[in-house]
């Protein structure tokens, strides 16, 4: 894209100044929380009072939000991994893999990302309960998997279609049996798009709220479901300090992601 | 050992290959994790919505979903959460189409960072975006105090729970799933159409109208549809944002099952969703290939 | 396996893909050491034999035999074929020297070994400092040449090439046509060159085969091919051709081509070759540097000859050009050293002249309308030779 034209005109600067209304829309709000997270006052009142650390201690001490914060991670590390392999492996079925039915297959694998979340969680809630795995680590990590394998089998799909066939072809010719070839030419190169996959089940669930609140107890509670709880009663900043670290994690993965992307050398 | 056949040329049965190769076998872990894991709980809740029934209607399988369509309260939310569905659509279109036109003249570098920013809310916890609002629309929250340091406004603006709270938090979540598919048509218009309209006589306005606009359209049609759909489904959002009476399908679901265990009612009002969830999704592709949308969520 | 062991054997290959018959019946014998070329245009099925060569596409019939060894059961990674890709295939996750390491490793070859063939191979295709770039880094002519380092690290039985030069521009394409030719040699491998570009594969081949429809029209060398080609296609796709098309006709000892009101002397030898004889559809072929322009009215002294008008005449330095039309429209086109006597203009009547030893005749299936005896004609007189019975 890129066309030419005057910068100048009235046009493309009404155009301009409403895409900056837009970035600073998009962009702004959660850097709001930002500053608030530091506010000396006592309550959550803008603009800021001062400048404290008050809030992170407070963070810090209570064992609600540090628990919050270490169950979050375990679980979070945990969908990563599972999804990671089963979406990675599903991937390859789907883009190289032949069989029938397969675009319900796909269909399938999609659909945790179109049905509403709302029913996700309620269904999941009802049939964990069935099964005793709600309130528990491995049940939660059972339902954000399924949330999370889409992200892992897009981003593994899209390296996969996009990758040269030519080299697998090569490979074979210079003497490389099928299980040699997949280890040493076809995932070396996949790899930054199961590493980016990984890291979007990781957000996923460590972002994930409402399915959390179905199926987590007060023993075992995520962050997210700490912080649902907290912000509804609006009761002072220590959520903000909670959500500026939230926001500090996913930020540096996000940027982890687009590091890897840029070495990606399909080609 | 399993044996590479690639295939050369057309692809497809009509190459002689074999109907099922070995790579299929990888996608078998998966289906079953999603078959047992998430479908099993949907279909389940499925045959909720028919079998759990109130007391005294064990002969009619439809009764939740009469007792929801008769309920006046009931009826009252799915307008409303059609309604503000459709506002946050309106709204997106209003503010996508100009950005992801914007992203269309812009060069590559430049369309890019303007890609990031449209993805950053989708990519941040959505928790952490709706307390961002709750800071900023309160009554003693960033607007508020703004307009009345600079005597704009004696009294507090009533912006926190209300309608118009839930419709800024909603689009600007949603704002990527309408930027997305326009930007994708909009790139794909020859850039040399408006050029061969002005050569033509046509005025900026005139060839925009006339020929840009109409090509966009497709794209116009998909984002609402996708953004529609999404926003059907919302619950934490409007939830925090809004006040009761702005209530969706997705908070009154959640309320009959935490609060009145109303299990059947539940289940025949996320069956009423997720229909209305496919018809529409099922109408938008049958403009534009979906998984073009949802492509986007790799990391590009 | 004697030293006469055809390096490859192909005996009635067929491929189809659904309805299309990609291959249809292909045979061919490689020696070794020979440089073969694959030529023809898109889709002639040229493509689609070197990739069941190297076993990347099983054939639905017939035997590919590598080295005397029946391939059919062979997987790809076993058949010691050397492989180079139009795009090259590097891998991009590798450096060069690990590229070409790669079938040394996949053969388990030692580390210090390895180390010294990769770097004679880059030595070879002289690229010596080189190993440590990655493909990205590399100019498209120089991952082409890692490319074919890679492919004959390990001393393959076989090496195919799938259109190499293809993505390369002019310049770059004839200085590695010379530099493969180069290396095949001194390796004194067995090459299967597949292109659709015929000038390189004159410049490159000991014999080419021309691909058609799935089936080779003519196998030989570039001269036979130039010279005598076999079929319209062939005399068509390589060089360029005058034809003049008619039917043959024996009158004694002598065979003739006649079209129309015309007749000319053709060779017998040639003429009485399986697929042409007495009554059969042909046509006459004579390259452009082998017809001579004379006046119209200039003495015939024997050679066979028709009467044309000059459409356009183009300097092309070295040698000129002269387009002509005859009397029933077809094309005709002269090449002639700039020196050659005569200074002919668009619209001059004049007579083109060629030796019989300098025209060939193959069949013509098209030509089964003969022309009608009373074709219309520029005025012209037809030669002085006894008319045919009708």
Same mark, same amino acid.
């Given at each position: 894209?890129?066309?030419?034209?005057?910068?100048?005109?009235?046009?493309?600067?009404?155009? #301009?100044?409403?895409?900056?209304?837009?970035?600073?829309?998009?962009?702004?709000?959660?850097?709001?929380?930002?500053? *608030?997270?530091?506010?000396?006052?006592?309550?959550?009142?803008?603009?800021?009072?001062?400048?404290?650390?008050?809030?992170?201690?407070? *963070?810090?001490?209570?064992?609600? !939000?540090?628990?919050?914060?270490?169950?979050?991670?375990?679980?979070?590390?945990?969908?990563?991994?599972?999804?990671?392999?089963?979406?990675?492996?599903?991937?390859?079925?789907?883009?190289?893999?032949?069989?029938?039915?397969?675009?319900?297959?796909?269909?399938?694998?999609?659909?945790?990302?179109?049905?509403?979340?709302?029913?996700?969680?309620?269904?999941?809630?009802?049939?964990?309960?069935?099964?005793?795995?709600?309130?528990?680590?491995?049940?939660?990590?059972?339902?954000?998997? @399924?949330?999370?394998?889409?992200?892992?089998?897009?981003?593994?799909?899209?390296?996969?279609?996009?990758?040269?066939?030519?080299? /697998?072809?090569?490979?074979?010719?210079?003497?490389?049996?099928?299980?040699?070839?997949?280890?040493?030419?076809?995932?070396?190169?996949?790899?930054?798009?199961?590493?980016? &996959?990984?890291?979007?089940?990781?957000?996923?669930?460590?972002?994930?709220?409402?399915?959390?609140?179905?199926?987590?107890?007060?023993?075992?509670?995520?962050?997210?479901?700490?912080?649902?709880?907290?912000?509804?009663?609006? %009761?002072?900043?220590?959520?903000?300090?909670?959500?500026?670290?939230? *926001?500090?994690?996913?930020?540096?993965?996000? #940027?982890?992601?687009?590091?890897?992307?840029?070495?990606?050398?399909?080609? | 050992?399993?044996?590479?056949?690639?295939?050369?040329?057309?692809?497809?049965?009509?190459?002689?290959?074999?109907?099922?190769?070995?790579?299929?076998?990888? @996608?078998?872990?998966?289906?079953?994790?999603?078959?047992?894991?998430?479908?099993?709980?949907?279909?389940?809740?499925?045959?909720?919505?028919?079998?759990?029934?109130?007391?005294?209607?064990?002969?009619?399988?439809?009764?939740?979903?009469?007792?929801?369509?008769?309920?006046?309260?009931?009826?009252?939310?799915?307008?409303?959460?059609?309604?503000?569905?459709?506002?946050?659509?309106?709204?997106?279109?209003?503010?996508?189409?100009?950005?992801?036109?914007?992203?269309?003249?812009?060069?590559?570098?430049?369309?890019?960072?303007?890609?990031?920013?449209?993805?950053?809310?989708?990519?941040?916890?959505?928790?952490?975006?709706?307390?961002?609002?709750? %800071?900023?629309?309160?009554?003693?929250?960033?607007?508020?105090?703004?307009?009345?340091?600079?005597?704009?406004?004696?009294?507090?603006?009533?912006?926190?729970?209300?309608?118009? &709270?839930?419709?800024?938090?909603?689009?600007?979540?949603?704002?990527?799933?309408?930027?997305?598919?326009?930007?994708?048509?909009?790139?794909?218009?020859?850039?040399?159409?408006?050029?061969?309209?002005?050569?033509?006589?046509?005025?900026?306005?005139?060839?925009?109208?006339?020929?840009?606009?109409?090509?966009?359209?497709?794209?116009?049609?998909?984002?609402?549809?996708?953004?529609?759909?999404?926003?059907?489904?919302?619950?934490?959002?409007?939830?925090?944002?809004?006040?009761?009476?702005?209530?969706?399908?997705?908070?009154?679901? @959640?309320?009959?099952?935490?609060?009145?265990?109303?299990?059947?009612?539940?289940?025949?009002?996320?069956?009423?969703?997720?229909?209305?969830?496919?018809?529409?999704?099922?109408?938008?592709?049958?403009?534009?290939?979906?998984?073009?949308?949802?492509?986007?969520?790799?990391?590009? | 396996?004697?030293?006469?062991?055809?390096?490859?054997?192909? &005996?009635?290959?067929?491929?189809?893909?659904?309805?299309?018959?990609?291959?249809?019946?292909?045979?061919?014998?490689?020696?070794?050491?020979?440089?073969?070329?694959?030529?023809?245009?898109?889709?002639?099925?040229?493509?689609?034999?070197?990739?069941?060569?190297?076993?990347?596409?099983?054939?639905?019939?017939?035997?590919?035999?590598?080295?005397?060894? /029946?391939?059919?059961?062979?997987?790809?990674?076993?058949?010691?074929?050397?492989?180079?890709?139009?795009?090259?295939?590097?891998?991009?996750?590798?450096?060069?020297?690990?590229?070409?390491?790669?079938?040394?490793?996949?053969?388990?070859?030692?580390?210090?070994?390895?180390?010294?063939?990769?770097? /004679?191979?880059?030595?070879?295709?002289?690229? @010596?400092?080189?190993?440590?770039?990655?493909?990205?880094?590399?100019?498209?002519?120089?991952?082409?040449?890692?490319?074919?380092?890679?492919?004959?690290?390990?001393?393959?039985?076989?090496?195919?090439?799938?259109?190499?030069?293809?993505?390369?521009?002019?310049?770059?394409?004839?200085?590695?046509?010379?530099?493969?030719?180069?290396?095949?040699?001194?390796?004194?491998?067995?090459?299967?060159?597949?292109?659709?570009?015929?000038?390189?594969?004159?410049? *490159?081949?000991?014999?080419?085969?021309?691909?058609?429809?799935?089936?080779?029209?003519?196998?030989?060398?570039?001269?036979?091919?130039? /010279?005598?080609?076999?079929?319209?296609?062939?005399?068509?796709?390589?060089?360029?051709?005058?034809?003049?098309?008619?039917?043959?006709?024996?009158?004694?000892?002598?065979?003739? #081509?006649?079209?129309?009101? !015309?007749?000319?002397?053709?060779?017998?030898?040639?003429?009485?070759?399986?697929?042409?004889?007495?009554?059969?559809?042909?046509?006459?072929?004579?390259?452009?540097?082998?017809?001579?322009?004379?006046?119209?009215?200039?003495?015939?002294?024997?050679?066979?000859?028709?009467?044309?008008?000059?459409?356009?005449?183009?300097?092309?330095?070295?040698?000129?050009?002269?387009?002509?039309? #005859?009397?029933?429209?077809?094309?005709?086109?002269?090449?002639?050293?700039?020196?050659?006597?005569?200074?002919?203009?668009?619209?001059?009547?004049?007579?083109?002249?060629?030796?019989?030893?300098?025209?060939?005749?193959?069949?013509?299936?098209?030509?089964?309308?003969?022309?009608?005896?009373?074709?219309?004609?520029?005025?012209?007189?037809?030669?002085?030779?006894?008319?045919?019975?009708?």
């Amino acid at each position: 894209m890129g066309e030419a034209g005057s910068w100048r005109s009235p046009h493309r600067l009404a155009l #301009l100044a409403l895409g900056v209304a837009t970035v600073i829309f998009l962009v702004g709000p959660m850097l709001v929380v930002i500053p *608030m997270s530091f506010t000396g006052a006592k309550i959550l009142s803008w603009p800021p009072v001062g400048f404290s650390f008050q809030w992170y201690a407070k *963070m810090l001490e209570d064992p609600q !939000w540090s628990r919050g914060f270490l169950n979050s991670m375990q679980v979070a590390t945990l969908t990563a991994i599972v999804s990671t392999i089963l979406g990675t492996l599903a991937a390859l079925g789907i883009v190289r893999g032949r069989f029938p039915g397969k675009g319900i297959a796909n269909a399938l694998i999609l659909s945790p990302l179109i049905v509403p979340v709302i029913i996700i969680a309620i269904g999941f809630f009802a049939f964990y309960s069935i099964t005793r795995l709600t309130g528990s680590l491995p049940g939660l990590v059972l339902a954000h998997t @399924a949330l999370a394998v889409p992200f892992v089998v897009i981003n593994v799909g899209t390296v996969l279609r996009t990758m040269d066939r030519n080299l /697998e072809l090569a490979a074979a010719s210079l003497g490389a049996d099928p299980v040699r070839t997949f280890w040493r030419v076809t995932f070396p190169i996949i790899l930054p798009g199961v590493f980016a &996959g990984a890291l979007f089940a990781f957000i996923t669930s460590w972002d994930e709220v409402v399915v959390s609140i179905f199926m987590t107890s007060t023993r075992f509670r995520t962050l997210p479901v700490e912080m649902w709880e907290q912000v509804r009663q609006v %009761v002072d900043p220590t959520v903000a300090a909670v959500a500026t670290v939230v *926001m500090v994690v996913t930020t540096t993965l996000l #940027l982890f992601v687009l590091v890897a992307r840029r070495r990606v050398p399909v080609r | 050992m399993l044996f590479l056949r690639p295939v050369f040329g057309r692809a497809g049965r009509r190459t002689g290959g074999p109907l099922v190769n070995r790579w299929a076998l990888l @996608a078998i872990p998966v289906l079953i994790f999603l078959l047992v894991g998430f479908l099993a709980p949907l279909l389940i809740m499925a045959v909720r919505s028919v079998t759990d029934l109130p007391a005294g209607s064990e002969g009619d399988p439809l009764t939740n979903f009469r007792r929801f369509f008769g309920g006046e309260a009931n009826l009252r939310v799915l307008g409303n959460t059609f309604f503000i569905a459709g506002l946050s659509t309106v709204g997106c279109l209003l503010i996508g189409y100009p950005y992801a036109y914007l992203m269309r003249l812009a060069s590559p570098r430049w369309a890019g960072l303007l890609l990031i920013a449209v993805l950053v809310p989708f990519w941040s916890s959505l928790l952490v975006r709706t307390y961002a609002w709750q %800071v900023i629309l309160r009554d003693t929250g960033l607007i508020n105090s703004t307009l009345r340091g600079w005597g704009i406004i004696n009294q507090p603006l009533d912006l926190y729970q209300t309608t118009t &709270g839930v419709l800024l938090g909603m689009t600007q979540i949603l704002l990527p799933f309408m930027v997305l598919p326009l930007f994708t048509t909009m790139a794909r218009i020859d850039p040399e159409l408006t050029k061969a309209a002005a050569n033509l006589g046509a005025s900026p306005t005139r060839a925009f109208l006339r020929v840009f606009f109409p090509l966009s359209v497709p794209g116009v049609l998909a984002g609402s549809l996708l953004v529609f759909v999404l926003a059907l489904g919302f619950y934490i959002t409007p939830a925090l944002l809004g006040s009761p009476k702005n209530t969706m399908l997705s908070a009154f679901i @959640a309320t009959r099952v935490q609060q009145q265990l109303d299990w059947g009612l539940a289940s025949a009002m996320a069956m009423v969703l997720v229909a209305i969830t496919l018809v529409v999704l099922f109408l938008a592709s049958r403009v534009i290939r979906v998984r073009d949308v949802f492509g986007a969520l790799d990391a590009e | 396996m004697t030293a006469d062991t055809p390096a490859l054997v192909l &005996g009635g290959v067929r491929k189809r893909f659904g309805e299309f018959t990609a291959v249809d019946g292909v045979d061919l014998e490689v020696r070794r050491g020979e440089f073969i070329t694959l030529l023809g245009p898109s889709g002639s099925g040229k493509t689609t034999t070197l990739r069941m060569i190297a076993g990347f596409l099983t054939q639905d019939e017939g035997s590919i035999r590598i080295a005397g060894e /029946e391939m059919t059961r062979v997987p790809p990674y076993r058949r010691d074929v050397g492989m180079v890709f139009q795009n090259y295939a590097l891998f991009p996750h590798m450096t060069a020297a690990q590229n070409i390491a790669f079938p040394l490793q996949m053969r388990n070859v030692g580390h210090d070994e390895r180390r010294l063939r990769v770097a /004679e191979a880059l030595e070879l295709v002289k690229l @010596a400092s080189f190993g440590d770039r990655y493909p990205r880094q590399l100019s498209g002519g120089q991952q082409q040449r890692i490319a074919l380092a890679r492919a004959i690290v390990f001393r393959p039985r076989l090496l195919l090439m799938d259109e190499p030069l293809g993505a390369l521009d002019k310049k770059l394409r004839e200085a590695l046509q010379l530099e493969i030719l180069r290396i095949s040699r001194q390796l004194e491998s067995t090459v299967v060159y597949v292109t659709h570009d015929q000038e390189e594969a004159l410049v *490159m081949s000991d014999r080419i085969a021309i691909f058609d429809k799935g089936q080779i029209q003519q196998l030989g060398t570039g001269e036979d091919l130039y /010279e005598r080609p076999t079929s319209v296609f062939v005399a068509d796709f390589v060089g360029e051709s005058n034809m003049l098309r008619g039917r043959l006709e024996r009158d004694g000892d002598g065979m003739w #081509l006649h079209r129309g009101a !015309w007749r000319w002397q053709v060779d017998p030898t040639i003429a009485g070759a399986p697929g042409l004889g007495d009554g059969v559809a042909a046509a006459l072929v004579v390259r452009p540097e082998h017809l001579r322009v004379v006046a119209i009215d200039a003495p015939k002294d024997g050679a066979n000859g028709v009467d044309a008008a000059v459409t356009e005449v183009l300097y092309l330095g070295p040698t000129r050009k002269i387009e002509l039309a #005859l009397p029933d429209g077809v094309a005709a086109v002269v090449r002639q050293p700039a020196g050659t006597e005569g200074d002919w203009r668009p619209g001059d009547r004049v007579r083109l002249e060629w030796s019989v030893d300098r025209a060939v005749v193959v069949p013509d299936p098209a030509g089964d309308a003969p022309v009608a005896p009373d074709t219309p004609q520029l005025e012209a007189t037809p030669p002085d030779a006894p008319r045919p019975a009708a």
